[in-house]
């Protein structure tokens, strides 16, 4: 086989693998997914007990139990994470505006998100687009994609456990985003799905789901000097706020049916 055959066997092979590669995302939107579900998973997993042992997680104090009893009470909803694990929501006590969550289960929540989300239902809001984030396998395709168009030798270093420079890399990708110091934005297709999924989400567990609006609105007030963290990987923009209003109807379909069922969380914000 000449060398010109030979490369265009490699490139059709290579879009062979890419067409199978393509998934449906909850919404029905296509999207490149590389790695198997259960390993993007473990990585998740494993970013995430990092992340605790750098940073402790709060226990016992009012906003923890609030920031918990709101958190539960959404994932009891969701079903298990994508490609395995178990939802495990820690609570940090800091200033940060800012929640991720992650493949195989770990949920972070700042206390310091509560300057912007001011009512249980504003907070369900925040937890329900970061799990969607999750359950979209939204990290699986930023992984997928960086692997794709960077030949990705970096990328396999740090998952098969090289770590290096590329490591805070591939925890960025992951969701942890800010938290590492890095800032990689998920794209804005996948920003509007999760606020879609999202809002689903917290209608199905008893939230009312116009409060979504409120929320961004008052992220984007939140921040001083600059935009709260939460803002630095989720950007908002006016087109978000239209986009929560048209799917906001049906989500409350699904909110007046959770009512009406008897879901009706009683979490009690701190004074």
């Known amino acids: 086989m000449t060398l010109t055959r030979r490369r265009l066997a490699a490139v059709l092979a290579g879009m062979l693998v890419l067409l199978f590669a393509c998934q449906t995302t909850p919404t029905g939107r296509r999207q490149l997914n590389l790695f198997p579900d259960e390993q993007v998973a473990e990585m998740g997993q494993t970013a995430f007990a990092q992340m605790k042992q750098k940073t402790p997680p709060a226990q016992g104090d009012p906003a923890s139990k609030y920031i918990q009893c709101v958190a539960q009470s959404v994932v009891q909803v969701v079903r298990k994470p994508k490609g395995g694990g178990q939802w495990d929501v820690s609570v940090f006590a800091d200033d940060q505006v800012n929640a991720f969550a992650l493949p195989g289960g770990g949920i972070g929540i700042y206390t310091g998100i509560l300057k912007a989300a001011?009512?249980?239902?504003?907070?369900?809001?925040?937890?329900?687009?970061?799990?969607?984030?999750?359950?979209?396998?939204?990290?699986?395709?930023?992984?997928?994609?960086?692997?794709?168009?960077?030949?990705?030798?970096?990328?396999?270093?740090?998952?098969?456990?090289?770590?290096?420079?590329?490591?805070?890399?591939?925890?960025?990708?992951?969701?942890?985003?800010?938290?590492?110091?890095?800032?990689l934005p998920f794209s804005r297709a996948q920003e509007s799905e999760a606020d879609?999924?999202?809002?689903?989400?917290?209608?199905?567990?008893?939230?009312?789901?116009?409060?979504?609006?409120?929320l961004w609105q008052n992220m984007a007030r939140v921040g001083g000097s600059g935009p709260p963290a939460f803002l630095s990987t989720h950007p908002s923009s006016e087109q978000r706020m239209e986009n929560l209003n048209k799917h906001t109807p049906k989500a409350l379909e699904l909110y007046r049916q959770a009512q009406a069922q008897g879901r009706k969380p009683n979490c009690t914000p701190p004074r």
């Open 196 to 214: 879609i999924i999202g809002l689903e989400y917290m209608a199905r567990a008893g939230y009312d789901p116009r409060q979504a609006v409120n």
């Open 118 to 183: 001011r009512t249980p239902d504003q907070l369900a809001a925040v937890i329900g687009h970061e799990i969607a984030h999750v359950q979209a396998e939204h990290a699986n395709a930023r992984l997928s994609t960086q692997y794709a168009t960077e030949a990705g030798l970096g990328l396999i270093q740090a998952i098969a456990g090289g770590g290096g420079g590329e490591g805070g890399n591939v925890m960025a990708l992951l969701g942890l985003g800010a938290q590492v110091g890095i800032l």
